[in-house]
């Protein structure tokens, strides 16, 4: 029964086209503040034209992220990043890959239990581009404690069944913190390298919706997003089987080795990073406070373009 009333929900929302020009958002209470409209600058760096998500209104964005489990979601919340226990033994050597472990499982089990702050949204990143091209749904919730960042993203693409669970660690007792990653959707934690690290450069990233109002709490999602950005720089953690590839030579302009480089807050770029770097140039994120100049936009898809 359950099932049947699962799928007409999601038949609803997936072949919405009807319902295109409904008047948009609700002015509900859930969202005071406005993030600035998501919209491609035309910068000539994406590979494909922009995904038009106009036919979704938020009415069906909320539907299907609830497909997760409404208790577990759109929480009050006074404390955006969830504590964890202090833990009992990491102290200064770091942690193990089983204590890493151990966190994620334990991240996962909060969401699943209603006890966390997950913040929901539509990404810009995985939706936008050649690498979706379909509405990525996705909730993260992010959660600390004395010597640890940890972070869950449960996520779903339109049209496939079932959501997924990943997991990141941000081990704070090595210098620089170490930062492992992990598909968390068996029972069993499986650490991942390569595939992770062509788009998480620097760890944990920032989250940015694909449309402004594609977000459950805009206040919850920009406390996140300055947990986020002001965290130390940090190392990759690269399991023993999936060691760092050969990556070249790092992009080289200086307006971005300002912030993206060894000695930088964020770590450095990589032609292999070149999905997160078309996207957040091209809807006017990156570099953060202007617009790349018409020589340095250039400089930058050749760059892109050029084999290593
Ligand atoms: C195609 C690019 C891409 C790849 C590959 C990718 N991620 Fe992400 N990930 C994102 C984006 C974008 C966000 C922010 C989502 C948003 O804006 O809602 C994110 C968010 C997360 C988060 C929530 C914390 C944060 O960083 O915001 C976790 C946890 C996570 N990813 C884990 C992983 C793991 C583990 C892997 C490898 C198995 C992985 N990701 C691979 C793009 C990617
Ligand atoms: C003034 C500092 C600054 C400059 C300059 C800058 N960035 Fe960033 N970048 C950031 C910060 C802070 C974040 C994380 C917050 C966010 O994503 O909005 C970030 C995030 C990113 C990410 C996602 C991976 C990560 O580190 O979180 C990419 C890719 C990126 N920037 C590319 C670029 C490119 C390409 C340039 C140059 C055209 C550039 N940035 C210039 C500060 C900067």
């Given amino acids: 029964m359950n099932k049947t009333a699962a799928v007409v929900i999601l038949g609803f929302v997936l072949t919405a086209s009807g319902h295109g020009d409904s008047p948009g958002p609700t002015t509900g209470p859930a969202t005071p503040a406005k993030l600035k409209p998501v919209a491609s600058t035309g910068s000539g760096l994406l590979l494909d034209v922009p995904l038009d998500l106009s036919r979704f209104s938020r009415q ?74 379909k509405p990525m749904y996705n909730h993260v919730a992010a959660f600390a404690n004395s010597s640890v960042n940890a972070y869950l993203l449960v996520q779903r693409l339109a049209g496939t069944e079932g959501w997924g669970y990943f997991a990141i660690v941000q081990d704070l007792a090595t210098e620089p913190p170490s930062d492992y990653f992990a598909d968390i959707n068996g029972r069993e934690v499986k650490f991942e390298g390569q595939s992770c690290y062509k788009c998480h450069s620097s760890g944990p990233l920032a989250l940015h919706p694909a449309r402004e109002d594609l977000v459950s709490d805009v206040p919850l999602l920009a406390a996140i997003n300055r947990h986020i950005t002001e965290q130390p720089a940090s190392r990759f953690h690269f399991p023993e089987h999936d060691r760092p590839g050969d990556y ?20 450095v770029l990589f032609r292999a990073h070149s999905h997160p770097i078309r996207i957040l140039v091209d809807f006017g994120y990156m570099p953060p406070n202007r617009r790349l100049t018409p020589k ?11 084999k290593p």
């Fill in 248 to 267: 070249g030579t790092p992009l080289a302009m200086e307006a971005c080795t300002r912030c993206h480089d060894a000695d930088a807050p964020r770590g």
């Fill in 60 to 133: 069906q964005f909320e539907a299907f992220s609830s497909t997760v489990g409404p208790e577990k979601i759109r929480r009050k919340w006074t404390s955006a990043i969830t504590p964890l226990p202090n833990p009992p033994a990491a102290g200064e050597r770091g942690l193990t890959e089983p204590e890493v472990r151990d966190i994620m499982l334990r991240i996962r089990d909060l969401f699943d239990e209603g006890k966390s702050a997950p913040v929901s949204d539509v990404g810009l990143i995985s939706t936008q581009e050649d690498v979706n091209r």
């Fill in 296 to 306: 340095e936009l250039a400089e930058l898809k050749s760059w892109l373009e050029a």
